[in-house]
């Protein structure tokens, strides 16, 4: 059972910004950047060409202006669902709860072979 | 004297004053350009098809014209090694060859190369595909001279082909293997130098 170190739900108050990367494919992911009560959600789909698909949100206390909930919390070991490329591992869940099927459909597709049963829960890591 | 060209994850990307450009990073793997990386299920490829791509963007693999990937016929050894797989490509192109012919793309199982990530790769005007690498494991200090071949993705440090991975001793396997290790390979490359068999791209 994953031992939960702390809850970092992404409004809580923070000195300058915090950065979580979550892949979900090989070249695509969700970034999230929190500062204070606000904070940003972006969705990005690379490929060897550049960036080709790219889906910016404001938060405001974690929440975008469509009612949708970014929480993150700190695990206290990392969840791997794969070994190579870390996708949808790390020691950081991200969990959506109140997503509209038009924030859904914008997310970059979750490669299979890293898939977690849990519904719009992705794994990830803070950048430094 | 070395500048910092950029962060990925907020590990330095650094460039020197004989325009090299270096980082410290993981050793990831990627079977890109081998023939037999990806296939239908079955056969099943060395990889994972995900990382090939998905239907409308396939990244790693050649497509026909309606999109859809290609798989090797029978029938040419030499063009096709692999028939019933589908064909997999590099970011550097061999000349001479058309899309449809795995030799027009670098065998990750047999040529040691390693990967650019994309954002570094454009944060500079020289060219990187086909230009001098070196990769030292930091732990043992040896030494790979190679050409920088495939282009990953920006927010990952460090990543080569299977037969550089087999060159370090490390396993091959691209689901599995490599080192995860974030301070032991030391990746320097010189844009604009090319290697040495390798038109720069």
């Known amino acids: ?128 | 004297m070395s500048k910092v060209l950029l962060k990925v994850n907020g590990v330095p990307v650094y460039q020197d004053n004989d325009g090299s450009v270096h980082w410290v990073g993981e050793f990831t793997i990627d079977a890109d350009g081998c023939p037999h990386a990806y296939g239908p299920e079955p056969p099943n490829g060395l990889d994972y098809l995900a990382n090939s791509g998905y239907p409308g963007n396939w990244w790693g693999i050649v497509t026909d014209s309606s999109g859809k990937p290609y798989v090797q016929p029978e029938g040419n050894k030499e063009k096709w090694p692999w028939p019933g797989y589908y064909l997999s490509t590099t970011a550097y192109l061999v000349g001479g060859f058309d899309k449809f012919d795995a030799r027009r793309y670098v065998d990750s199982e047999f040529v040691a190369f390693a990967v650019v990530p994309g954002n570094v790769r454009t944060s500079i005007p020289p060219k990187f595909m086909g230009c001098r690498t070196v990769i030292t494991d930091m732990k043992t200090d040896k030494e790979l001279e190679c050409a920088c071949c495939d282009v990953g993705p920006s927010s990952h440090l460090g990543e080569g082909s299977m037969a550089a991975a087999a060159y370090f001793g490390l396993s091959p396997n691209p689901k599995n293997g490599g080192s995860s290790d974030r301070s032991r390979w030391h990746y320097r490359m010189w844009p604009g130098v090319r290697s040495k068999g390798y038109p720069l791209q």
């Open chain 1, 1 to 128: 059972m994953i031992r939960v170190l702390a809850i970092l739900f992404i409004w809580a108050g923070a000195a300058g910004a915090d950065t979580y990367i979550f892949m979900l494919n090989r070249f695509g992911g969700i970034e999230v950047k929190m500062s204070g009560e606000t904070g940003e959600v972006k969705f990005f789909q690379e490929s060897k060409d550049g960036e080709k698909f790219t889906s910016q949100t404001r938060l405001k206390n974690g929440v975008t202006s469509d009612g949708a909930r970014f929480s993150i919390e700190k695990l206290g070991k990392p969840v791997v669902h794969d070994w190579n490329r870390h996708i949808n591992s790390g020691s950081y869940r991200l969990k959506i709860t109140g997503a509209s099927p038009a924030l859904v459909t914008r997310l970059p597709l979750l490669a299979d072979f890293a898939a977690s049963k849990e519904p719009l829960t992705f794994y990830g890591e803070k950048t430094d």
